[in-house]
């Protein structure tokens, strides 16, 4: 299932995955396509089995703060209250949905299945003195420790850490509050948000979302109260593809390690799908940075599939995803100049044919362009061939050279026009692109 590896239609961010039984999860908030705010006053659950990471399937809503036991409960009207963030974990057999709700206290709900419904425990209850974050406890991740202790960290713009009471999963421990987590530092890896804590052997890995870039950073502790040391970002989904800060964590899944993050659609920073990349653990406990790519939990493409264009990893000058319905994602707002790229591709080992041929499905939008195709970098790469693009919505087809291997692929695009008003048609929007596909 390549990126984003949920139904395109469907938008989760601040993903927290969890492995429970033989299913994993993935716990985050509710964008919608056109919306105006962050999140929605929903969560929805979805997973797949560890055997088939490419059937994930929707368990609906879990929770929900315009439900009237939410409202008779808390006193809050509905439609201001956003969830954000949540986390979830699993205690003596029943699972604990861990929330921050916009401008309000954070809250915690329970249900004897990890995909829910979650019903409403209650506020968290601590001291004023024990409670960071004015007890909103924004973003929380959780950790249930191998000894039966339990930690919450969350925390905006300064990272916070609690004990909390394990007989009741709500109760925070008087005198457990802690602050900054990996430093009270200034520098472009200072604490933003979206905190995530994982245990792995002995080591405590403290994720976050960095004040500065689209990034998920990590540092490490032996203690799960610290002192973390900084170690380096995860991801940086920010490598020439629009979007706002990020968040996200690791799992474990049949033995290989992944990390979940989101990225951006719609040309907004408010429209964030689930995305996934295989990571490493390496023995003194680093991760090595990993790129932002199509695959999702594949390890290829197969370029003589259709691709859908939306999938693309890199969007240069101006391009973006977005919904034009349901049934329909593209690649829009192209100009001269765009870049559109996708990694990675495998293509055989076929030497037997001198050429390919590649077709691009596109919305036109009146002026005419061409797609030059490059094989792994856009500027100094392979050329294979080039895609003539008419005015008006259609298949165009091409002939390329022959490919084989392993490959990144761009599409870089310019208009054709060379008259005296070439220069006008800079800032026009040339074609969308739907999907694609190679034939032999």
């Given at each position: 299932m390549p990126n984003p590896f949920l139904p395109l239609w469907e938008y989760i961010p601040d993903g927290e995955p969890r492995v429970f039984g033989d299913r994993v999860y993935i716990y985050g908030s509710h964008d919608r396509a056109n919306s105006d705010s962050f999140c929605d006053h929903i969560l929805k659950v979805w997973s797949a089995?560890?055997?088939?990471?490419?059937?994930?399937?929707c368990h609906g809503v879990s929770f929900s703060t315009s439900d009237p036991d939410y409202i008779k409960a808390t006193d809050e009207s509905a439609p201001d209250k956003f969830l954000y963030a949540p986390d979830v974990v699993e205690k003596d057999g029943k699972y604990y949905l861990y929330m921050y709700v916009f401008y309000a206290r954070g809250i915690v709900a329970e249900s004897g299945r990890p995909e829910g419904p979650f019903k409403l425990i209650s506020h968290y209850k601590a001291r004023k003195e024990d409670e960071g974050d004015d007890g909103v406890f924004n973003d929380p991740g959780v950790l249930v420790d191998d000894d039966g202790r339990v930690y919450i960290y969350y925390g905006f713009e300064r990272s916070h850490f609690n004990e909390i009471n394990p007989d009741n999963m709500i109760e925070i421990k008087e005198g457990s509050l802690?602050?900054?987590?990996?430093?009270?530092?200034?520098?472009?890896?200072?604490?933003?948000?979206?905190?995530?804590?994982?245990?792995?052997?002995?080591?405590?890995?403290?994720?976050?979302?960095?004040?500065?870039?689209?990034?998920?950073?990590?540092?490490?502790?032996?203690?799960?109260?610290?002192?973390?040391?900084?170690?380096?970002?995860?991801?940086?989904?920010?490598?020439?593809?629009?979007?706002?800060?990020?968040?996200?964590?690791?799992?474990?899944?049949?033995?290989?390690?992944?990390?979940?993050y989101h990225r951006m659609t719609n040309k907004t920073i408010l429209s964030r799908r689930a995305c996934v990349e295989k990571i490493t653990i390496l023995p003194d406990g680093t991760i090595p940075t990993v790129e932002m790519t199509s695959l999702g939990f594949e390890d290829s493409l197969n370029p003589y599939r259709i691709t859908p264009a939306e999938?693309?990893?890199?969007?240069?000058?101006?391009?973006?995803?977005?919904?034009?319905?349901?049934?329909?994602?593209?690649?829009?707002?192209?100009?001269?100049?765009?870049?559109?790229?996708?990694?990675?591709?495998?293509?055989?080992?076929d030497f037997s044919s001198e050429s390919m041929i590649l077709s691009l499905k596109v919305f036109g939008t009146g002026c005419s362009s061409r797609v030059r195709v490059m094989l792994d970098d856009c500027e100094n790469g392979e050329e294979v061939g080039v895609i003539s693009v008419d005015t008006h919505d259609g298949i165009y087809s091409g002939r390329l050279k022959n490919v084989t291997g392993r490959h990144a692929l761009y599409f870089k695009v310019e208009y054709t026009y060379q008259g005296d008003f070439a220069g006008d048609f800079d800032n026009r929007s040339l074609f969308d692109l739907e999907s694609f596909v190679f034939q032999k």
């Open positions: 089995p560890l055997n088939d990471l490419s059937s994930w399937q802690k602050l900054h987590m990996v430093g009270d530092r200034d520098d472009e890896a200072k604490f933003f948000e979206a905190s995530s804590i994982r245990k792995i052997g002995d080591l405590y890995y403290f994720i976050y979302s960095p004040k500065r870039g689209c990034r998920l950073a990590y540092a490490t502790s032996k203690r799960p109260e610290g002192p973390f040391e900084y170690r380096g970002y995860i991801i940086d989904n920010g490598i020439d593809y629009p979007g706002g800060n990020d968040h996200g964590s690791i799992a474990n899944i049949n033995g290989q390690w992944y990390v979940f999938i693309a990893c890199v969007l240069k000058k101006d391009a973006f995803i977005t919904e034009r319905d349901k049934f329909t994602r593209t690649v829009s707002n192209i100009k001269n100049g765009c870049v559109i790229g996708y990694k990675y591709f495998d293509f055989g080992e």
